[in-house]
């Protein structure tokens, strides 16, 4: 079974500076993909990043970036530039098949003023 | 294209009360899936169907949860009889096959069981 793991239920950053989330998955799979969804106090969930598992390059979104470590079955996501709007609980997820989503725990972000 | 659409946005009801969510995915997406949302267990993978059929509902917690997807633009999540633990949001999402596979949510229903 794939499981997700994100080991900081809560982080904060202060506004302007850069915040890493870090989120490890467990798989027997070489092909894949890795998502970062954000869910804002709103509840909608949004996809923030992809990362399909036999590109080497990290994605990129404009002030999100991720940093994929496939050996180490690592994949954390990076914001840059924090803004007030990205307080939001982060959700890491893996996707083996395309039809089988695994959602980590969530770490909630709080971007301080 | 509206997104995933999800009905209603907010339930409340009485214990016992049979209660049935709605939720319209992206046209053209090929597979549905019913989440449920808790403070204690997170994002639960309730059933997904592929094509209108259904796969996996292994996370569906009891017979008084079930789901039905009629056709490709329309599923349904009943819950006959309600109880206070079915308290939760309820998402639905939709996503495209393979390579291009990415979960699309609705807005959720909040659902209260009192």
């Known amino acids: 079974a794939q499981t997700v793991t994100q080991s900081q239920p809560e982080m904060s950053v202060q506004e302007a500076e850069t915040v890493t989330l870090s989120c490890t998955y467990d798989?027997?799979?070489?092909?894949?993909?890795l998502f970062w969804y954000k869910q804002p106090p709103s509840r909608q969930m949004i996809l923030v990043i992809r990362?399909?598992?036999?590109?080497?390059q990290n994605a990129t979104e404009n002030r999100f970036s991720v940093n994929f470590q496939k050996a180490a079955k690592s994949f954390s996501l990076k914001i840059s530039d924090s803004q007030l709007g990205d307080t939001a609980m982060y959700f890491c997820?893996?996707?083996?098949?395309?039809?089988?989503?695994?959602f980590g725990t969530g770490t909630s972000l709080t971007v301080i003023p | 294209d509206a997104g995933v659409i999800q009905s209603p946005r907010h339930e409340v009801t009485e214990m016992g009360q049979e209660v049935t969510l709605r939720c319209k995915p992206i046209?053209?997406?090929?597979?549905l899936f019913w989440y449920r949302q808790t403070m204690m267990r997170g994002l639960e993978l309730l059933i997904y169907?592929?094509?209108?059929?259904?796969?996996?509902d292994s996370g569906m917690p009891e017979d008084r949860f079930s789901a039905k997807m009629p056709n490709a633009s329309f599923s349904t999540l009943k819950i006959q009889p309600s109880e206070p633990r079915d308290s939760a949001v309820y998402f639905c999402?939709?996503?495209?096959?393979?390579?291009?596979?990415?979960?699309?949510f609705g807005s959720g229903t909040q659902l209260s069981v009192l």
């Open positions: 169907f592929n094509n209108n059929v259904p796969i996996d």
């Open positions: 997820a893996f996707d083996r098949t395309g039809n089988q989503f695994y």
């Open positions: 999402a939709s996503s495209l096959p393979g390579p291009q596979a990415r979960l699309f």
């Open positions: 046209s053209g997406h090929d597979y």
């Open positions: 798989t027997s799979e070489n092909n894949y993909y």
């Open positions: 990362q399909e598992a036999y590109k080497q």
